[in-house]
């Protein structure tokens, strides 16, 4: 019995539907049905079929306002699992671990998930005070350093996105809750290049964060150092911190393929 050619096991309506969410790319951000018809030469029922089985899925989002459709939160999670699995992880590692070797304070590299940071790898320094290690923990972007620092360099509709529906938590006198002081301070975060947490997620702990780019030039996640006030002050961030994560994130981004 002759083999079959594995062409001959594709699937028509699977290969439709990627070939629908591979028509969003480089500037395209939203299509409507008329135009993704004509681009896949398929009716447009077909198309209104495939948008609906994708956005039952969370592949595809319509805009409320447009009426016109653009890639939806699950294509984000799949390209951040891609990411943590071949590349980000892998080449931050040694980066954190050097990091660690000349400040020692605890060091992590992080993504935003929703509106969340979720931190992916730490290395703890190894001195008594430290901060707790939040690998693979939820926090809230708003706050956090590597949230911010991620969030400064959004489009104000994709900013939108990552601030919470209700009003923002305070978690320390120190946190951000008012939106447009949240939105002027994230400028001026977009202007220098890092982001520090002031004592904004918790009471006693400062972290400064630098962003991690990929060969696309975009934002993939965020290099951190973290580690008790006391040891933060205002002169060691400027003189020591800040440029060793900036020089950090640069360090991985080249890894990952960016260059100025």
Not at 35 to 42: A, D, G, N, V
Not at 58 to 63: A, D, F, L, S, V
Not at 162 to 191: G, W
Request: net charge neutral; with cysteine.
């Amino acid at each position: 019995m002759a083999k079959k050619e594995k062409s001959e096991y594709i699937i028509q309506a699977v290969s439709h539907a990627l070939d629908l969410l591979e028509q969003f790319h480089d500037e395209v951000d939203e299509l409507g049905v008329t135009e993704l018809s004509k681009r896949l030469k398929l009716h447009k029922n077909n198309v209104f079929r495939l948008l609906a089985t994708l956005e039952s899925r969370n592949y595809i989002e319509q805009n409320k306002v447009t009426e016109n459709y653009r890639l939806g939160l699950k294509t984000l999670e799949l390209g951040q699992t891609f990411i943590k699995q071949m590349g980000l992880l892998r080449q931050s590692r040694p980066v954190l671990e050097a990091l660690v070797k000349e400040c020692n304070e605890t060091t992590y590299v992080a993504i935003l998930k929703d509106c969340h940071i979720v931190y992916l790898d730490v290395v703890e320094t190894d001195l008594t005070v430290r901060v707790v290690p939040r690998v693979g923990a939820r926090l809230p972007a708003y706050c956090t350093a590597a949230g911010k620092i991620q969030m400064a360099y959004m489009t104000d509709e994709e900013l939108e996105n990552y601030l919470p529906v209700k009003e923002m938590k305070r978690y320390t006198p120190r946190t951000i809750i008012d939106r447009d002081e949240l939105k002027k301070h994230l400028k001026v975060i977009a202007e220098q290049g890092y982001a520090i947490d002031d004592e904004e997620m918790d009471v006693g702990v400062k972290c400064v964060g630098a962003p991690i780019r990929d060969y696309t030039r975009r934002i993939i996640g965020a290099v951190s150092i973290s580690g008790p006030s006391m040891r933060f002050t205002d002169e060691r961030l400027e003189k020591e911190l800040i440029p060793l994560v900036m020089r950090a994130g640069e360090e991985i981004s080249h890894k990952l393929g960016y260059h100025k």
